[in-house]
Every structure is written in C-alpha cells, then in structure tokens.
C-alpha cells in the first residue's frame, strides 16, 4: 500500500509539472518487443511511460518533469528493465 501510495505521489509531480527533464529508457526496432518490456513495470511505473516512433525506430522515455531529484530515485526502477537508461535535459522546442 505505501509503495503504491510513493507511486501515485511521483506520479502526479511528473503529471504536473513543466518539462525539463526526462529518463531515456531504449530504442528498438519493433514496438511489440518494447511494448513487452515495458510491460515488466509495475503500473504505476507505467503511466509514465511514454513512446513514439521515428524514423523505423521505437523510443521510449518517461513523461518530463522540473523534478531531477524524482527522477534520480526512480532511476533504478527503470534500470531494473532497461539497464542503459539515464537521465536527460528535455529539448524545448
């Protein structure tokens, strides 16, 4: 319960903040394998979550937020699927 209480709590700063940052968590070349992966996260985990595709390829990363420091505690979580993502600086565009 208190876990998923952490949870929602992250997840509303991401859901309402404006974007600075940003985990990078894979590239691939087929969405259903990505969608699998991605499938392994708690669902907490996986509101914030988010895809898109360019170029043939599949990128995942998580919703953008001003908040680093959740980001740097939610870290290993995401590294726990995808050991080579990291943290970072959004593009504003």
């Known amino acids: 319960m208190l876990r998923t209480l952490f949870f929602v709590t992250l997840l ?4 309402f903040s404006s974007s600075n940052y940003t985990v ?6 087929g969405s259903k394998s990505l969608q ?6 708690p669902p907490a985990l996986k509101k914030t979550i988010k895809t898109y595709r360019r170029r043939g390829l599949t990128y995942a990363y998580t919703i ?3 908040d ?4 740097k505690k939610l870290l290993p979580a995401y590294r726990k ?13």
């Open 12 to 15: 509303s700063s991401f859901l």
């Open 68 to 71: 680093k420091e959740t980001l």
């Open 36 to 41: 699998r992966a991605i499938s392994k996260y």
């Open 81 to 93: 699927v995808f050991p080579d993502a990291y943290i970072r600086k959004t593009r504003r565009k």
């Open 64 to 66: 953008p937020t001003t």
């Open 24 to 29: 990078r968590l894979a590239v691939f070349k």
